[in-house]
């Protein structure tokens, strides 16, 4: 054979092959994209907010950081002072004085937690130190001062739920061996109240199928004498299966999770049980299915869902939940028989919901009223009902904007004060703290400037404090009274060091829905070198709900994952808030109300095609996808659904198919199996369909959405011949955990590959670090 015929087609071959590589992204690219990330970018930004401690008086100190390190403020509303809580310098000669022994007694900014391996202590991480305390006895090794004894108590009650106090402090309820106990908070003398609880028929037992936990879920009476919570019958529920990897035979994680359309569900037969002399008492209804108006988490508020006591403990409100969350029953139950008053019933043709992080109806016992929350005119409004005959008095609030949180009543002087949105035409998603008279008079908006507010009500609930900042404009944090009366003002975030390395800050577009008359909002992230002669392929990052959109918080921040890290390696990302998701309208939340696979696709890629019209540098030939769990969802459902538009996709722990996805979520958006057609959703159906290069992702010990989601895709792309790429995370959960920067990692590399066409460096590592201002020196 001819050795130079056969050196020249494999020398054509190489120069072919070293041509069509591309160009290549190396460790220092990938460097400059991880400044953009929150670890790098937050210690750049100063005076960034207020956490208030508070004291007696409604006076509180906040530490800010600063280039130079903390400082740490005295705030003092009565005398409308601000000054600084002490000389730093002098902080050992402070902790003498009346302010150094609030802040001695006050909690140390802690770093991390954990728990031991016998779960009977906690490990935490502050102020450059580690401390381990007992769970039952809050003793830590080292040092036994108050600050860090209060910073163990506080993470093992409000951190880990394991013990819920009652409100004078004197008890600490929690359960052990099914049943409900309380443990004297100075003796520790632990009593039993509750004796026939047992396994899947337990007390105050915390099982949502996809969150669930060991602490105990109840509400205590004002006067700290009696709890409501109820005993959870699940029974005869069907179980889900896990199981660990590691060397020899795996751990086998079992729990309760009903599917939709299974025939058992959890329930809950609500008690009222005394405290002093342990009784039960069964409250008079039939049980209800484990749904609240907010979720199918019974305590997604934090405590009980759905309860409130009258102040003098005599009677119990609760509004009860049917499985497919159509139909809300308000009931009244006297707490010392169990008998139960029917009071009205709202009925909604597909779901009903309360508000948004916060349940928005409140008992008003002393003048026989109800604050009943209603989207029943298209908006998400308050109503007034007569607590004795059911009767509606009024309806309290009313226009095109919804109310999302009701922060106070103020029953004396009948006055009510909610966060609302909608009030703004910049964007219908900012929010603003209001008060309106129970009557529907004298409306007022006591945040008036533009942008987002955050409010902080202060203990006696006489002060606000409020930061309001935008997606592209920092915050600005003062302190107001209850009417609006700015009393001083306290921080201003300062980015100047952070725009000194070239950062910028998202921009944000408006764009139509796919119906052609619907204004969508949403975030853009461009390159900070950005070349407008050049063409950039675009990154579409998704979250569809339809609880939640792609956004989440529209207030300032520096970092929002890792959008603006993707555009610095070469991409335009874009964030649209799709139809079909809440703040808006009820008509604009129910539009896919039994198509959940309609993930706001048809919105994202009408937005994105305007945006290009716009700006002419984006290239609608390279647009990829991705998102994670109903994003992964919608991602997957793009890449097989839209085959054309979408050309590269990544699906990170994706409920594919909502038949294999815990019962609330598609029994509330979907309706009952019996009355919609899951499997026209699933996506394994569809998977034939990939043209694109998908990459799929899922932790195997994922207690949210089973692993078997993303395998039901795996099978069916194997069985229609396709390309994929998948990566598993044997041990972890949901959100990957310690490898939550290895998948970042890997997301970087396979857009820079497949829809960049470069060349990323080989296994760069992400390097978090905390920020050194956090450790007080």
């Not at 880990?160 to 052990?176: C, H, Q, R």
């Not at 484990?290 to 009258?310: N, P």
């Not at 696979?597 to 290239?619: C, F, H, S, V, W």
């Amino acid at each position: 054979m001819n050795k130079l015929l056969l050196a020249v087609p494999l020398f054509a071959w190489t120069t072919m092959a070293i041509a069509q590589q591309g160009p290549k992204l190396t460790a220092k690219d990938y460097e400059h994209a991880e400044s953009f990330l929150n670890y790098n970018t937050e210690q750049l930004i100063d005076h960034n907010g207020v956490r208030p401690e508070w004291l007696p008086g409604d006076k509180f100190w906040y530490r800010t950081l600063t280039a130079q390190g903390s400082e740490f403020i005295m705030v003092d509303p009565a005398k409308k002072l601000r000054t600084a809580a002490f000389d730093q310098q002098k902080l050992a000669a402070a902790l003498s004085t009346a302010v150094g022994k609030q802040y001695e007694a006050a909690m140390l900014p802690f770093q991390s937690f954990s728990y031991s391996p016998d779960e009977k202590s906690i490990i935490f991480e502050a102020n450059g130190k580690q401390w381990r305390c007992d769970l039952q006895t809050y003793k830590c090794t080292e040092d036994d001062s108050p600050p860090v004894k209060k910073t163990a108590r506080a993470l093992g009650r409000r951190q880990t739920g394991l013990e819920v106090a009652s409100p004078d402090g004197n008890w600490e309820a929690f359960i052990k061996d099914y049943n409900l106990w309380v443990r004297d908070a100075k003796t520790r003398k632990e009593v039993q109240l509750t004796t026939d609880g047992i396994k899947d028929f337990g007390y105050a037992t915390d099982n949502a199928g996809w969150k669930s936990g060991d602490g105990p879920i109840l509400r205590w009476s004002p006067d700290s004498k009696k709890i409501a919570t109820f005993k959870q019958d699940q029974r005869n529920v069907s179980d889900m299966y896990l199981v660990t990897t590691n060397v020899g035979k795996p751990t086998l994680k079992s729990w309760k999770y009903p599917l939709p359309g299974d025939k058992e569900i959890p329930t809950i037969q609500r008690v009222i049980i005394n405290v002093d002399e342990p009784k039960v008492i069964n409250i008079q209804v039939a049980p209800d299915p484990h749904r609240a108006t907010l979720s199918d988490d019974i305590a997604s508020s934090g405590t009980f869902d759905d309860v409130d006591w009258s102040p003098d403990a005599t009677q119990l409100a609760f509004a009860s939940t049917s499985r497919d969350h159509k139909i809300e029953k308000v009931r009244i139950a006297d707490a010392a028989t169990g008998t139960v008053r029917e009071i009205f019933e709202e009925s909604v043709p597909t779901q009903y919901e309360s508000g948004w992080g916060e349940i928005n109806w409140r008992y008003l016992s002393k003048t026989n009223e109800i604050i009943w929350f209603s989207e029943r005119d298209n908006w998400g409004h308050l109503y007034l009902y007569d607590a004795l005959t059911g009767k509606l008095k009024n309806q309290i609030t009313k226009g095109n904007w919804v109310v999302t949180r009701l922060l106070k009543v103020d029953e004396k002087n009948r006055v009510i004060y909610f966060i609302a949105d909608g009030l703004q035409d910049e964007n219908p998603y900012f929010s603003q703290l209001c008060k309106i008279d129970f009557d529907g008079k004298h409306f007022a908006i006591l945040t008036p400037e533009p942008g987002n507010h955050s409010i902080t009500l202060s203990p006696s609930g006489n002060y606000f404090i409020n930061s309001y900042s935008k997606p592209d404009v920092p915050a600005i944090t003062v302190l107001r009274d209850l009417n609006g009366k700015l009393i001083t003002n306290l921080e201003k975030t300062d980015v100047s060091r952070l725009e000194a390395t070239g950062w910028t800050a998202p921009t944000p577009i408006k764009v139509k829905a796919h119906d052609g008359k619907t204004d969508l909002y949403g975030l853009m992230y461009f390159p900070t070198n950005l070349d407008h002669n050049k063409k950039y392929p675009i990154i579409d990052y998704i979250y569809p709900g339809p609880q939640g959109g792609s956004i989440g918080s529209w207030s300032f921040a520096a970092s929002r994952g890792d959008n603006q890290a993707l555009a610095e390696l070469g991409f335009i990302v874009v964030e649209i808030e799709g139809t079909s998701n809440p703040l808006r309208s009820k008509s604009f939340h129910d539009m896919s109300y039994g198509n959940m696979a309609e993930n706001t696709l048809p919105d994202q890629i009408t937005g994105i095609r305007q945006l290009a019209n716009k700006y002419a540098y984006m290239d609608t030939t390279r647009v990829g996808i991705w998102g994670h769990s109903g994003g992964g969802f919608a991602t997957a459902t793009a890449m097989f659904r839209y085959p054309d538009f979408f050309k590269v996709g990544i699906s990170e722990s994706g409920n594919h198919d909502n038949r294999n996805y815990e019962d609330d979520w598609g029994e509330r958006y979907d309706g009952l199996a019996s009355n919609s057609n899951y499997e026209a959703q699933a996506n394994e159906n569809y998977a034939k369909n990939l043209k694109g290069k998908l990459m799929l992702a899922h932790g195997l010990m994922d207690n949210n959405v089973p692993p078997q989601n993303t395998l039901l895709v795996v099978e069916a792309l194997e069985r229609a011949n396709k390309d994929y790429d998948l990566v598993v995370f044997p041990n972890s959960a949901h959100g990957y955990g310690g490898f939550s920067q290895y998948m970042m990692r890997r997301r970087w590399d396979y857009f820079v590959k497949n829809l960049l066409g470069a060349t990323p460096p080989q296994e760069y590592q992400l390097k978090s670090k905390s920020d050194p201002r956090n450790i007080v020196k």
